[in-house]
C-alpha cells in the first residue's frame, strides 16, 4: 500500500503559466515532505522542502504548499519554464524518505 | 565533480546471471541507499546502510544483498537475476539519516534481465 501517491501521471503546461503538481499521504507521523526534480539519464536532484509545521514555502519560481488535515501537498511554478520540463518526485520522511510514484511535466514553448 | 558515482551505467544480463552494481560518495556521507525506480511505482528502498559497519533491509529487499565496503563504498549485488529485477537503480547518500534536504543520488544503473 502506496504511503505517498502522485495521482497524475503527466501534466502539460504552456510556458509562462503555473505548473501545480499534487501529492497526497497515509501517514501522519511524516514530519518533512521533499520535491525533487528527475532530469533523463540522471538522477534525482532535491529541488525544495516543507515542514510539517509549516503550511508554505517558497524558493523564486517555486513553492510548496501543505494541508496536514487533508494530507495533501501541492509544488506550484510560476512562471514554469520549458526547463522545468521532468519528473517530479514527492517524497516524505519517516525512517526512511518514502517517494511518490512521479507526476512528468511537459512546458511547452 | 565531487558526489555519488556508480558503475555501470547500462548492463544486460540474462537470467540466473549474478552481478555486482558499485557505487561510491566522496561526500564524507555516513548513510548509504540503494533504491529501484520502475513506472508508476516511483523510488522503492531496497537496503541502506545507516553507518559503516551496519546494513538493514528495505521495502523490496528479496533478491538482493549489500555490502558496505567501507564509509565510501556500498555495493548491491544480484546473485540470481530475474526478469523483475529489471529497473534503474539509484545509490543514494547523505551525512546522517533523513537529513532537510534528503539524499544525494548518483545518476543510476539501467539494468535488463532477458
Known amino acids: 500500500d502506496q504511503q505517498v501517491k502522485q495521482n497524475s501521471p503527466s501534466l502539460s503546461v504552456q510556458e509562462g503559466r503555473i505548473s501545480i503538481l499534487n501529492c497526497d499521504y497515509t501517514n501522519s507521523m511524516f514530519d518533512y515532505f521533499l520535491w525533487y526534480k528527475k532530469y533523463p539519464a540522471e538522477g534525482p536532484t532535491f529541488l525544495i522542502s516543507?515542514?510539517?509545521?509549516?503550511d508554505k514555502n517558497e524558493d523564486g519560481r517555486f513553492t510548496v504548499f501543505l494541508n496536514k488535515s487533508a494530507k495533501h501537498l501541492s509544488l506550484h511554478i510560476v512562471p514554469s519554464q520549458p526547463g522545468d520540463s521532468a519528473v517530479y518526485f514527492c517524497a516524505a520522511r519517516g525512517n526512511m524518505l518514502t517517494f511518490g510514484g512521479g507526476t512528468r511535466l511537459m512546458v511547452k514553448p | 565533480n565531487a558526489g555519488v558515482t556508480q558503475t555501470p551505467k547500462f548492463q544486460v544480463l540474462k537470467t540466473g546471471q549474478s552481478m555486482t552494481l558499485q557505487c561510491a560518495q566522496d561526500?564524507?556521507?555516513?548513510?548509504m541507499y540503494w533504491y529501484r525506480q520502475d513506472p508508476g511505482m516511483g523510488l522503492r528502498l531496497i537496503y541502506y546502510s545507516a553507518s559503516e559497519g551496519t546494513t538493514d533491509k528495505g521495502e523490496v529487499p528479496n533478491g538482493y544483498n549489500v555490502s558496505r565496503l567501507n564509509k565510501r563504498e556500498f555495493s548491491l549485488r544480484l546473485e540470481s537475476a530475474a526478469p523483475s529485477q529489471t529497473s534503474v537503480y539509484f545509490c543514494a547518500s547523505s551525512l546522517y539519516g533523513t537529513g532537510l534536504k534528503g539524499y544525494t543520488f548518483g545518476s543510476g544503473t539501467r539494468l535488463t534481465v532477458v
Open positions: 561526500m564524507n556521507h555516513n548513510s
Open positions: 516543507i515542514s510539517s509545521i509549516k
